[in-house]
């Protein structure tokens, strides 16, 4: 029965700013809707919104419309491609960077109107690990946590997963190594990273693989376009692909895991012998 098909719900975060995970967030949400998923990208930097103005869209309505009440999700939704709509956040706004956790789980449970017509849910969180980051990571299934070759990057990356295993008993993450110079320095990456996590944490940690650095995507950028669509022959292009190829293999969970998620009502329904 489709009303029970869970939604796989992947968070896409890092830490630091600046490792390039809007465009991971982005071009994976495309290449996920490329295999015909019908997928929304959240944008959950909710005071400095950028998918949109990496997209060349311009929203007439965003999230905070939402949370105060004067229209549902569905309406603020733009289509990207014929499988990926997206969720505008607002720019600029500061009350939207201090949202109280009411306001977060209204935001959460306001999915639960579109859940029907999604298949995978990517959020594009904010940097740094403030109350908000925190609120969307622990609410999605899958924690993709963005690295590059800074050593701010890996320090970063650590203190999150060490704030979110501390504090919110999460042990399972995935690492992306972000603009590698070559596939050995993406495993490096995740080398250090884990190196530090085995030491002090009791953590698991997943290696899904690494996006190449490439020109096209600061000319993608500067023309507004993903760069799966400007540049789709191009190798970091294709790095996008292989990625959704893996993230569609994982399964979808099934099980709620006793706090706020998106579509926890469906993991509960899932969960009940059916009539």
């Known amino acids: 029965m489709n009303q029970q098909k869970p939604v796989k719900v992947i968070a896409v975060t890092g830490g630091k700013g600046g490792v390039g995970k809007t465009n991971v967030s982005v071009n994976l949400s495309l290449a996920m809707g490329e295999l ?3 997928t929304v990208l959240m944008d959950a930097d909710l005071g400095l ?5 990496l997209l060349g869209l311009r929203p007439k309505k965003t999230i905070a419309d ?21 969720v505008p956040a607002c720019s600029g706004t500061q009350e939207m ?14 999915f639960n109107a579109v859940a029907d017509d999604i298949d995978v849910l990517v ?40 704030l979110l295993n501390r504090d919110y008993n999460m042990t399972r993450f995935r690492v992306l190594a972000n603009m590698v110079r070559g596939e050995q320095e993406g495993r490096n ?13 009791d953590v698991t940690l997943q290696y899904v693989g690494s996006i190449p650095y ?5 000319k993608a950028v500067q023309r507004q376009v993903a760069v799966l669509k400007a540049f789709p022959k191009s190798k970091v292009s294709l790095a996008y692909k292989q990625l959704a190829n893996k993230v569609n293999g994982w399964p979808v969970q ?12 469906r993991l509960v329904q899932g969960v009940r012998p059916t009539d």
Do not use: W
């Open 36 to 38: 015909g998923h019908r």
């Open 49 to 53: 919104a950028n998918v949109d103005v």
């Open 66 to 86: 939402v949370l105060n009440g004067d229209c549902g999700l569905e309406e603020v939704m733009l289509d990207v491609s014929e499988h990926l709509k997206i």
């Open 97 to 110: 960077t201090a949202l109280s956790p009411h306001e977060h789980a209204e935001l959460i449970h306001a």
């Open 123 to 162: 959020i594009d969180t904010a940097a740094g690990i403030s109350d908000s980051v925190v609120s969307f990571v622990k609410a999605a299934q899958e924690v993709l946590v963005v690295v590059c070759d800074e050593p701010t990057s890996i320090t970063d990356a650590y203190a999150l997963i060490k």
């Open 189 to 201: 990456m995740f080398g250090k990273l884990l190196t530090v996590t085995d030491r002090f944490l």
């Open 214 to 218: 490439d020109e096209n995507v600061r």
């Open 254 to 265: 099934t099980v709620p895991r006793g706090h706020l998620e998106f579509f926890v009502e």
